[in-house]
């Protein structure tokens, strides 16, 4: 599941106007995307294809984020290994939030679509290049 940042700040406004103090609710767009995807359209709007890109089994992915998790604690390297188990965890599987109490309680609908939130990227990335090489 992913959440556009403005979608985010909806549910935080939704909630201080409409929630209950101590209480969490999960919020998401309003589609549903599976990792790779989402990965595949942030590429694409950066004119990059990762079609031709193989996913690893989950099973080695597990295994490689374990060696590098012991070279790392081995080598006394600090921050976070590239790849650890936690992080195959989190991309590795597919997993569904349900945020149907955010939308009836807090009436949270998830207003900036997965298209505009696209559009808005490219537009941004657009602008940050023209900045950075000027005409």
Known sequence: MTGHVDNVVEGIQRALEHGDGGRAFFIH??????????VGLIAGAQGVSIDGVRSMPYWLAFLVGRFMEIFAALTRKKGDPPL????????GRE????DSAARRDLG??????????????????????KELVPA
């Open 95 to 98: 997993f569904t939030v349900d």
């Open 29 to 38: 767009d309003q589609e549903t995307t599976t990792f790779r995807e989402f």
């Open 84 to 91: 650890s188990r936690s992080l195959v965890r989190m991309i």
């Open 108 to 129: 949270y609908v998830g207003e900036t679509s997965r298209e505009d939130g696209r559009r808005m990227y490219v537009e941004a990335a657009q602008a940050k290049t």
